[in-house]
DNA sequence: AATACATGTAACTAATTAAATTACAAGTTG
DNA sequence: CAACTTGTAATTTAATTAGTTACATGTATT
């Protein structure tokens, strides 16, 4: 199992907002760069503005920032994204048998360690924000 | 997405070994506690035994740990079952266009922060044990 | 107001993956 | 050797994700 690549796309989105600002970009130009479908990069730009990370015109190319990108996390991203549900990164098997001390027991008390992990996975996305990716990019590439 | 529950189930056929111990444990009495078919649990036995986190002979029933319980961590456990692969919890979309300077240098960039964040998330979970598992549900249990 | 081009979104298809099932080989014990 | 076990491969089923198509709606320009 993987987590979506909607993640990264939406990086990807954000990035080149700052990186692509000279030029006006579309879902047609941002999912050539993406390499991807269109209609995929709008459903993605939908969800990032519905988190206010972004404002989008219906009927209007480009795209901005709805706040400066040094403020905006990954975490607030992988939220905007919806790639993992609340609480739901590991799955627990349903029905254990209830008549078993740990078929009775093991969903409540795995569950409280599934969301510390978790947690402290999403605790990290939150000190990481678009500007450092930027910032790598920048010096990353090759011109 | 959600990581496979392979990871919960194999924390319950742990915590039988301890919490059953007065009876034998075959793969068809633990499918029956978990709820699931017995093939399910001899492949994830399996993957455990492998790991050396149990031991187990061909045809004989019953589990043992191969270790203190209380020295098995969570991400043992989680590593056993190859629920998610060495750095791939978060995917990256493939074959972004080069010709781009986001293109050309989202891979590189991201996949830091991403394995910096599942890191986090593996380095809680080696903090929890299977003794702490069964400790909670010695106490939960409705007797 | 008509044309061209943009976003927004729903419905459908294809591809991938996980879980369950079936079947049987091989090991162990009495 | 009979009964029962683990080990494992092959298959089916179910669920999820990504990609595609189509079109409604919004905006701007002439």
């Given at each position: 199992m993987s987590i979506s690549s909607r993640f990264s796309v939406g990086i990807h989105i954000l990035s080149l907002i700052e990186l692509n600002k000279n030029t006006v970009n579309t879902s047609e130009s941002i999912a050539e760069s993406v390499n991807t479908n269109a209609?995929?990069?709008?459903?993605?730009?939908?969800?990032?503005?519905?988190?206010?990370?972004?404002?989008?015109?219906?009927?209007?190319?480009?795209?901005?920032?709805?706040?400066?990108?040094?403020?905006?996390?990954?975490?607030?991203?992988?939220?905007?994204?919806?790639?993992?549900?609340?609480?739901?990164?590991?799955?627990?098997?349903?029905?254990?048998?209830?008549?078993?001390?740990?078929?009775?027991?093991?969903?409540?008390?795995?569950?409280?360690?599934?969301?510390?992990?978790?947690?402290?996975?999403e605790d990290e996305l939150k000190t990481m924000t678009i500007k450092d990716v930027i910032d790598d990019m920048r010096r990353d590439v090759q011109s």
């Open positions: 209609a995929v990069i709008r459903k993605i730009m939908g969800m990032l503005k519905k988190a206010d990370l972004i404002t989008v015109q219906p009927g209007v190319a480009g795209i901005q920032f709805a706040r400066d990108y040094a403020e905006i996390t990954l975490l607030d991203v992988y939220n905007a994204v919806h790639v993992v549900k609340d609480n739901e990164l590991f799955s627990v098997h349903s029905n254990p048998n209830p008549n078993c001390i740990v078929g009775q027991t093991i969903q409540g008390s795995v569950e409280h360690y599934f969301h510390r992990a978790q947690r402290a996975m």
